[in-house]
């Protein structure tokens, strides 16, 4: 089954052809990135319209370097939600189009799923059940994966995600939109004698497995500019690697929370965040903890690709999941919700 994948929830646009869902043979990414950096964040309007222009030149590139032509194309798969709206609607028209005059079955796909699907290229070997801690610069979740189009939330973030509380206090360390990577990177390079500076990890006793980051961002800030105030240097390396230590606590926390309710005995990460060195680690060393098996999958495979989303389709696809003309993109939904 040879499907052609489109994303462009946010400010990559990109385009993938996979076969039987686990097998990549192109994923073309073009991303925004620089575009945006100029703005601070992602500029919803702007992103619309870059992916207008880069939707053609990238399907193309996605064909031709997969070997195949328009006719050997069996389905489209394409995020539909969640996302920006208008960056959605830009992929999910360009698909139908495409879906339409190919003749083929179209096949709306959740951004999250795809996020998922991402370990399972990755991994040929992993098949659901297990559990999915899901972090990326929109969501922050503990997926019970029960089957490849069956997600159950267990709990997640109150307020921002991992990732925007990793670009919100990059940005108060002076790093241009996204930080978090090189936040990451500064954080390698604080001295391990070093102590580091106290962050909070709150808690909520009625929901243990949810989280919140917004109280760190709050704490970074009062820190930088109490410290701009008096005149006092800090040193910028350590308190990365202390955000990045706090970040990775809460999710490591909650992660072994799951993995004892649900008794599963694997663990995968998945989304832009979990390129984060310091998680990776963590994670690492929960094989060993809990006695669980951790998939991580590579970097290349954890920021939004059209790769994941082919994958995610060609299950929705086995499973039913069907658009039509009037397929709609939304910009919230639920993974447990079906399209
Ligand atoms: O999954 P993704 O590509 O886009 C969304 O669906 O949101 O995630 C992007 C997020 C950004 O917030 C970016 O700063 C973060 O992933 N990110 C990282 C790292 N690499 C990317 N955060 C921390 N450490 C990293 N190494
Ligand atoms: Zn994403």
Redesign the pocket.
Known sequence: MLILSIET??D?TSAAVTRDGREVLSNSVYTQIAMHAEYGGVVPELASRKHIEKITPVVDSALSTAGVTRADIEAVAVTAAPGLIGALLTGLSFAKGAALSLGVPLVPVH?IKG?IAANYIAFPELTPPFLCTVV????TLFCDVRDYDNVRILGGTRDD????A??KV?RVLGFPY????E??RLARSAPASCPSVKLPRPSFPDAPLDCSFSGLKTAVINLVHSAAQRGEEFDRAVLARSI?EAVTDILVSRTKLALAELGYDRAALA???A???FIREAFEKLSESEGVRVFLPP?AL???NAAMIGCAGYYAWRAGVRGGSSQNAFATMSPEDRF
Do not use: I, T
Request: with cysteine; proline share 6%.
């Open positions: 929830s946010c990559e951004h996020h990326s610069g929109g969501h995600a991992a990732g925007e990793f670009d990059a996204p930080g978090g990577k936040l990451d990045c989304g832009g965040v390129a984060n060195s970097p954890c920021g939004d």
